[in-house]
């Protein structure tokens, strides 16, 4: 998945990335509910948007469109 979210991230400038491994701060997992792997959470200006669980590019990609005019 990360070469789909850095290609999203190349295609909108206003799109950020950034990768925890929850190994090694197991307390972020807790806080934010990561029961499984890769879990991909949408945030803008730190409000919660949508949260993508799994390898689905395309699901990854429509929830990104969809949130672009939020």
Do not use: W
Request: a negative charge; hydrophobic letters at 35%.
């Amino acid at each position: 998945m990360k070469p789909v979210i850095e290609k999203l991230g190349e295609d909108n400038d206003n799109i950020e990335s950034l990768y925890i491994d929850i190994d090694e701060f197991p307390e972020l997992g807790e806080n934010e509910d990561i029961n499984e792997l890769p879990t991909i959470l949408l945030r803008k200006n730190g409000k919660y948007l949508d949260k993508i669980i799994g390898m689905n590019e395309i699901d990854l990609i429509k929830a990104v469109e969809k949130h672009q005019s939020d």
